[in-house]
């Protein structure tokens, strides 16, 4: 023990709300085992719920504010805890009544204060090393047990296709039995003990059923596979499929009384039986028929009216349903098609995502008798299952914190809200909240309304409805703020299910309106620079002249001299920084109300509303934008239009400005210029050129 890498030291929980005791115990312990602390029971049971499958022991005192020892064990005997992880109960507390209840709530060992440090350590080692044990053989046997299980799945399933593949159909059926047959004997179960049906019945029929129509080797092929309609003595050949694969049962050499075999035998021989006395090999009639045959063959029946056969189409799932209930497929147990209705539900999706293999609800059922044995102290979860579910917490934990998202999780018993650790920290509370209703500081978080709301939505949800969300103020930061809640209403796996709580996430309104703005901005402005698109900026000027068409406006129409040598010399990496350097300047030299804006390439535009003076103002901005960015000269040249008054649309001044830019770069470039009437004619004389030439 001395020697163990302290990479894979046993860790021990220590809790006890007297600091003194924690330390020497902590020294009589810690150079072996890590050890953790808690206070008081509510932190023992927040450090469980998170690490319960790293944690070796738990050193437990009674006596303890929030919540005593006697309650953690009760929440760990809750939630199973205690058939993983053993408890030693150290107190002052002699009472024989006190020390009888410790053990009968799970612990393994009491220990009296004060104590002596060797017998502590002692039965410390021994505690953790017999657990330790007991972990590694009860892996292997629950591995066994899962193998086992598995190959006779296989063999069973092996032979049953076989049956289906010379019978000419799909292996699916052999599965859609085991499942349809499954699904009615869970409602039966349920729903009546006339029965006297047991978990373990339902299981052996379930397996069973896959043999249902072995006899059918005996029967030759052409009758078999044959695509229309039997004659009188082909169909009594067909028939004898049922007593054939009974006697082959029968005569087996061994394995006589086992019930897997028993319950074949009866399904085998009488599936084809029916309730009013019609059936065959042997008329049997009501119960006289056992009721593993009596759902093999409603089973039977409904799997064949689903699916294609050589000499029929399938019908849908609600005709074949109908058809069974309005007696068209023969007389059948009046309870059996009362389950038949009340499943066909779920009957219908099990076969949708039906695959070959260890099936789900098998896999169920080997976690059921597992976790049966180990209520009986006979099994305990395998150390390999535990680094599973460590696993899938700790990448829980890793996704809550990156989506930075307050997720929770709600269970109705015993009361509690668990947050994730991210979530915690954002709303200033802790992870686990014992009787959240009960907690004024948690209570103080949640706006009016919020917890009705929730409970409302839980206990209206249904178990195909489970999902639910509403709107609610949460205290974050110290402000109440709107939120939105989206849930999950969480249901166990019996039937009928039975409510157990919540998961869901709050999304904060006002973050989520942020990322809409976010978006929203992505579609009006430019990505590069961020100032406002082309098409952005023309709708806001239309909008403005529209609005105001005797307004005093200017636009601006600007280039930058000499760009393409900065992305021929430089790279368009460079490039686009200087472009993002011009934005940077033309943003500040530009009030927040006016409009500056990227046309494309080197291209912007502003424009402004002006009241007097707006030489000084287009001067100002002209050289505002000058200078250098890094090596590279800014040069502009800026072309000005006005509408002083005149009602021009954005058109008229777009072109204006248009044409005062074009006189700046015929003079050369670097300077501004505002326009007037003797530009049209400047233009038409270069075009008129421009066109003399192309001739």
Same mark, same amino acid.
């Given at each position: 023990?001395?020697?163990?890498?302290?990479?894979?030291?046993?860790?021990?929980?220590?809790?006890?709300? *007297? $600091?003194?005791?924690?330390?020497?115990?902590?020294?009589?312990?810690?150079?072996?085992?890590?050890?953790?602390?808690?206070?008081?029971?509510? &932190?023992?049971?927040?450090?469980?719920?998170?690490?319960?499958?790293?944690? *070796?022991?738990?050193?437990?005192?009674?006596?303890?504010?929030?919540?005593?020892?006697?309650?953690?064990?009760?929440?760990?005997?809750?939630?199973?805890? !205690?058939?993983?992880?053993?408890?030693?109960?150290?107190?002052?507390?002699?009472?024989?009544?006190?020390?009888?209840?410790?053990?009968?709530?799970?612990?393994?060992?009491?220990?009296?204060?004060?104590?002596?440090?060797?017998?502590?350590?002692?039965?410390?080692?021994?505690?953790?090393?017999?657990?330790?044990?007991?972990?590694?053989?009860?892996?292997?046997?629950?591995?066994?047990?899962?193998?086992?299980?598995?190959?006779?799945?296989?063999?069973?399933?092996?032979?049953?296709?076989?049956?289906?593949?010379?019978?000419?159909?799909?292996?699916?059926?052999?599965?859609?039995?085991?499942?349809?047959?499954?699904?009615?004997?869970?409602?039966?179960?349920?729903?009546?003990? %006339?029965?006297?049906?047991?978990? $373990?019945?339902?299981?052996?029929?379930?397996?069973?059923?896959?043999?249902?129509?072995?006899?059918?080797?005996? !029967? #030759? /092929?052409?009758?078999?596979?044959?695509?229309?309609?039997?004659?009188?003595?082909?169909?009594?050949?067909? %028939?004898?499929?049922?007593?054939?694969?009974?006697?082959?049962?029968?005569?087996?050499?061994?394995?006589?009384?086992?019930?897997?075999?028993?319950?074949?035998?009866?399904?085998?021989?009488?599936?084809?039986?029916?309730?009013?006395?019609?059936?065959?090999?042997?008329?049997?009639?009501?119960?006289?028929?056992?009721?593993?045959?009596?759902?093999?063959?409603?089973?039977?029946?409904?799997?064949?009216?689903?699916?294609?056969?050589?000499?029929?189409?399938?019908?849908?799932?609600?005709?074949?349903?109908?058809?069974?209930?309005?007696?068209?497929?023969?007389?059948?147990?009046?309870?059996?098609?009362?389950?038949?209705?009340?499943?066909?539900? @779920?009957?219908?999706?099990?076969?949708?995502?039906?695959?070959?293999?260890?099936?789900?609800?098998?896999?169920?059922?080997?976690?059921?008798?597992?976790? &049966?044995?180990?209520?009986?102290?006979?099994?305990?979860?395998?150390?390999?299952?535990?680094?599973?579910?460590e696993h899938e917490r700790t990448k829980y934990r890793f996704y809550a914190s990156m989506s930075q998202e307050v997720q929770f999780e709600y269970a109705l018993d015993p009361p509690?809200?668990?947050?994730?650790?991210?979530?915690? =920290?954002?709303?200033?509370? @802790?992870?686990?909240?014992?009787? #959240?209703?009960?907690?004024?500081?948690?209570?103080?978080?949640?706006?009016?309304?919020?917890?009705?709301?929730?409970?409302?939505?839980?206990?209206?949800?249904?178990?195909?409805?489970?999902?639910?969300?509403?709107?609610?103020?949460?205290?974050?930061?110290?402000?109440?703020?709107?939120?939105?809640?989206?849930?999950?209403?969480?249901?166990?796996?019996?039937?009928?299910?039975?409510?157990?709580?919540?998961?869901?996430?709050?999304?904060?309104?006002?973050?989520?309106?942020?990322?809409? !703005?976010?978006?929203?901005?992505?579609?009006?402005?430019?990505?590069?620079?961020?100032?406002?698109?082309?098409?952005?900026?023309?709708?806001?000027?239309?909008?403005?002249?529209?609005?105001?068409?005797?307004?005093?406006?200017?636009?601006?129409?600007?280039?930058?001299?000499?760009?393409?040598?900065?992305?021929?010399?430089?790279?368009?990496?460079?490039?686009?920084?200087?472009?993002?350097?011009?934005?940077?300047?033309?943003?500040?030299?530009?009030?927040?109300?006016?409009? =500056?804006?990227?046309?494309?390439?080197?291209?912007?535009?502003?424009?402004?509303?002006?009241? *007097?003076?707006?030489?000084?103002?287009?001067?100002?901005?002209?050289?505002?934008?000058?200078?250098?960015?890094?090596?590279?000269?800014?040069?502009?040249?800026? /072309?000005?239009?006005?509408?002083?008054? $005149?009602?021009?649309?954005?058109?008229t001044l777009l072109h204006r400005a248009d044409q005062a830019l074009y006189s700046v770069k015929r003079a050369g470039r670097g300077q501004y210029h505002f326009y007037d009437p003797?530009?049209?004619?400047?233009?038409?004389?270069?075009?008129?050129?421009?066109? $003399?030439?192309?001739?």
């Open positions: 023990m001395g020697n163990k890498d302290t990479r894979s030291r046993y860790k021990v929980l220590i809790v006890d709300d *007297s $600091e003194m005791n924690r330390s020497i115990l902590a020294d009589i312990l810690g150079d072996e085992y890590d050890i953790i602390e808690a206070e008081n029971g509510e &932190e023992a049971i927040a450090v469980l719920q998170k690490r319960v499958a790293e944690i *070796s022991l738990v050193l437990l005192d009674i006596v303890m504010p929030k919540m005593d020892g006697f309650e953690v064990l009760v929440m760990m005997n809750k939630f199973q805890w !205690i058939d993983e992880v053993p408890a030693i109960m150290i107190s002052a507390e002699s009472a024989p009544a006190a020390i009888e209840r410790a053990f009968d709530l799970g612990v393994v060992d009491y220990i009296s204060r004060p104590f002596d440090a060797a017998i502590v350590h002692r039965r410390v080692v021994n505690t953790i090393l017999l657990y330790a044990k007991q972990k590694k053989l009860i892996g292997m046997v629950t591995d066994q047990i899962y193998e086992k299980e598995k190959q006779s799945r296989l063999m069973i399933d092996i032979l049953s296709q076989i049956v289906e593949f010379r019978n000419g159909e799909s292996g699916m059926h052999v599965l859609h039995i085991h499942l349809i047959t499954e699904i009615l004997l869970k409602q039966l179960f349920q729903k009546t003990g %006339k029965y006297h049906l047991t978990p $373990e019945d339902i299981t052996l029929i379930s397996m069973a059923s896959a043999l249902h129509d072995i006899g059918k080797i005996a !029967i #030759p /092929g052409e009758i078999l596979n044959k695509p229309g309609k039997l004659t009188r003595e082909e169909y009594k050949t067909m %028939k004898t499929h049922a007593a054939v694969g009974a006697s082959m049962l029968e005569e087996l050499p061994f394995h006589q009384n086992e019930p897997l075999v028993q319950r074949a035998y009866e399904i085998c021989r009488w599936h084809h039986e029916r309730y009013d006395g019609r059936g065959y090999p042997d008329g049997l009639k009501g119960d006289e028929i056992p009721i593993s045959a009596q759902i093999v063959a409603l089973a039977d029946v409904y799997d064949a009216l689903v699916s294609e056969r050589v000499y029929k189409r399938a019908f849908s799932h609600e005709v074949a349903v109908e058809m069974i209930l309005d007696g068209e497929c023969g007389v059948f147990n009046p309870l059996l098609l009362e389950c038949l209705q009340e499943c066909a539900d @779920k009957i219908e999706d099990s076969l949708e995502t039906a695959t070959f293999g260890s099936t789900a609800s098998e896999q169920r059922e080997i976690r059921k008798i597992t976790e &049966e044995m180990m209520r009986r102290d006979e099994l305990a979860a395998s150390e390999r299952t535990l680094r599973l579910l509690m809200i668990t947050l994730s650790e991210w979530g915690a =920290a954002h709303m200033g509370t @802790k992870e686990i909240i014992m009787n #959240p209703l009960n907690d004024e500081s948690f209570m103080s978080l949640l706006g009016d309304g919020v917890v009705r709301q929730f409970s409302e939505n839980l206990h209206e949800a249904k178990p195909k409805n489970s999902v639910f969300r509403f709107q609610g103020e949460l205290k974050v930061r110290g402000e109440f703020r709107w939120h939105q809640i989206i849930c999950q209403a969480m249901w166990s796996s019996e039937e009928p299910p039975k409510l157990l709580g919540a998961i869901g996430k709050v999304v904060d309104i006002h973050d989520e309106h942020m990322r809409m !703005i976010h978006l929203e901005q992505t579609a009006t402005h430019d990505g590069l620079t961020g100032l406002f698109n082309h098409a952005s900026s023309e709708f806001i000027i239309r909008e403005r002249l529209r609005l105001n068409p005797q307004g005093k406006f200017a636009l601006f129409m600007l280039d930058l001299d000499y760009f393409k040598s900065a992305n021929d010399e430089h790279g368009h990496i460079f490039g686009d920084h200087v472009l993002q350097y011009v934005a940077s300047k033309l943003r500040e030299s530009v009030r927040e109300e006016d409009v =500056a804006g990227r046309v494309g390439g080197d291209e912007f535009l502003v424009f402004i509303t002006y009241t *007097s003076d707006l030489p000084s103002v287009a001067d100002r901005i002209y050289h505002s934008l000058l200078g250098y960015y890094e090596h590279f000269r800014i040069s502009i040249s800026m /072309g000005i239009a006005v509408s002083d008054g $005149e009602g021009l649309d954005y058109e003797s530009m049209e004619e400047m233009f038409d004389e270069e075009r008129q050129k421009e066109t $003399e030439t192309d001739e």
